[in-house]
């Protein structure tokens, strides 16, 4: 199968930067989409950006502006740069990828999830 591991999470303040980085790794083929997506207590989990085929476009409308998402296909991974952050930007944040993996001679389709990385804005 195909995992990902999250990094780059942790305490800041209001107004502050994190970068978090998600690297894919296992007998993958192709990789079709990478992203990231936040959980905060008592809530469900929602997209915060998301890079496809056709580029790293589709933001929450929460974080325009404020977060940027990147990605570097030749090491499989993906990069989140987060600033001006805010207390509600508080979540664990999980990497996500879809693609291609090689199970022996058979190719089949994955989706994988990180362990997620937890981001606290507070002062």
């Known amino acids: 199968q195909v995992q990902l591991v999250e990094s780059g999470g942790g305490l800041v303040q209001p107004g502050g930067s994190l970068r978090l980085s998600c690297v894919a790794s296992g007998s993958i083929v192709s990789i079709r989409a990478m992203g990231w997506y936040r959980q905060a207590p008592g809530k469900e989990r929602e997209l915060v950006a998301r890079c496809t085929s056709g580029g790293c476009t589709n933001y929450a409308n929460s974080v325009k502006g404020r977060f940027t998402i990147s990605r570097d296909n030749a090491k499989n991974t993906v990069y989140l740069q987060m600033n001006s952050l805010k207390p509600e930007d508080t979540a664990v944040y999980y990497c996500?990828?879809?693609?291609?993996?090689?199970?022996?001679?058979?190719?089949?389709?994955?989706?994988?999830w990180g362990q997620g990385t937890q981001v606290t804005v507070s002062s």
């Open positions: 996500n990828a879809e693609g291609i993996y090689r199970n022996g001679s058979v190719y089949r389709n994955f989706v994988s």
